[in-house]
């Protein structure tokens, strides 16, 4: 199936050649971070992580909202999904690629990414959180091209399928979770140091991800013929509306809690992010853009007339996901960070390089998602005439 990739049109080659070049573009920023360490990105001894491993975090919800397609189509038989069910599937091989990727570029040296399995502790977090990765990558892929292959045999799958599918469920659930605990269980960090943490990851992760999920079948249904159907964008918009409506919701309990216990270090975060601490406030602009663009994509969501529009329900996804990715995305990681253990206060804003990096990587990213979608879209059409 692979070798429908090698077969497409002038703009489907032209993109594949501008990702490509752009590839190379970023990718010499890398050579120049392999080559003088991480001190060209803005992280400092006070703010170790950043820009990378705040998308490592975005991207592995990205990678787990592929269960808010797998509980309806197999656990409900919704065959509404049908048509989009390997979409989702398949773009949470990219997200999971990327994940990886952001993990291999933070580390400054990429060799110590062999400490992890050379010398593996079972009580290390990040040693779970590799293996889930590892193992929900795998299981896309076996049960991603396994369907597919089938329904271009037009026969039923292998029965050994159903069971990984299963498993896939509860496995893309314990991968946000687990990226959770990364975060929850620092107890030097007060923002982070919370019960609801992968609560609130699951809630932001089955919002943001299928509504890049539903941008991207916009865009591609503009290029090609293919077609996921009405009924399933309804379906899923609606899904995404419940879970921005509980991500929302889980965010008020942290405010609330912060600043009804009235614990400095508890609310400190919160005021550096919306208002700014001790006359920092490189980030107010960033942080009060979130809430206000995830209600005003809330209050097109809601009401079912709007929601199935599809120019409001495309403005409303856009700004679900740079809300959830202001939120997740950035304001997360500088936010843990300020102020430090000790109350002092360290601001963190990514250079140039570390964009670039950082851009090259979503850029591999798309060249995956590119290919296996050509691949897919490819076959289902085929199938279907």
């Not at 896939?168 to 140091?193: D, E, N």
């Not at 912060?258 to 942080?287: C, Q, W």
């Not at 599809?310 to 304001?331: E, H, M, P, Q």
Request: aromatic share 14%.
């Amino acid at each position: 199936m692979i070798e429908k990739a090698f077969y497409g049109s002038k703009k489907y080659w032209a993109w594949i050649v501008f990702l490509f070049i752009l590839l190379g573009t970023c990718f010499h920023f890398y050579l120049i971070q392999f080559s003088e360490g991480l001190t060209i990105t803005g992280m400092s001894r006070n703010v170790s992580w950043g820009l990378y491993i705040a998308q490592f975090t975005y991207l592995v919800g990205v990678a787990a909202s592929a269960v808010m397609l797998v509980i309806p189509y197999y656990l409900h038989h919704y065959k509404a999904f049908s048509r989009m069910m390997i979409l989702g599937e398949f773009m949470a091989i990219a997200a999971v690629t990327m994940c990886m990727l952001f993990i291999f570029v933070d580390l400054g040296q990429p060799m110590r990414v062999m400490n992890v399995l050379l010398y593996p502790q079972l009580h290390s977090v990040m040693f779970w959180d590799m293996t889930v990765l590892g193992g929900y990558l795998v299981l896309n892929l076996l049960i991603g091209f396994t369907t597919l292959e089938a329904e271009r045999k037009a026969a039923p799958p292998p029965g050994w399928v159903k069971p990984l599918i299963y498993l896939s469920v509860l496995w893309a659930i314990s991968i946000h979770t687990v990226t959770a605990f990364l975060y929850a269980g620092l107890p030097g960090r007060p923002y982070w140091m919370s019960a609801i943490m992968a609560a609130r990851f699951l809630a932001g992760a089955f919002c943001s991800g299928p509504a890049i999920l539903l941008l991207l079948v916009f865009l591609a249904q503009r290029f090609v013929k293919y077609r996921v159907g009405e009924e399933s964008i309804k379906a899923l918009a609606k899904i995404v509306a419940y879970a921005m409506s509980a991500n929302v919701f889980f965010l008020l309990l942290e405010v609330f809690t912060a600043f009804y216990s009235r614990i400095p270090d508890e609310m400190n975060p919160f005021k550096y992010l919306f208002a700014g601490l001790d006359g920092h406030t490189a980030l107010r602009v960033r942080a009060v853009l979130r809430p206000g663009l995830g209600i005003a994509s809330l209050a097109i969501l809601i009401p079912p007339q709007s929601r199935n529009n599809t120019k409001l329900l495309t403005v409303a996804l856009i700004a679900l996901v740079v809300s959830t990715w202001i939120d997740k995305g950035f304001s997360l990681i500088a936010a843990g960070f300020v102020p430090n253990p000790f109350g002092r206060i360290t601001e963190y804003l990514p250079t140039f390089p570390e964009i670039m990096i950082a851009l090259g990587v979503y850029t591999v990213g798309l060249l995956i998602l590119t290919v296996l979608w050509k691949v897919a879209i490819s076959v289902k059409e085929k199938t279907a005439a």
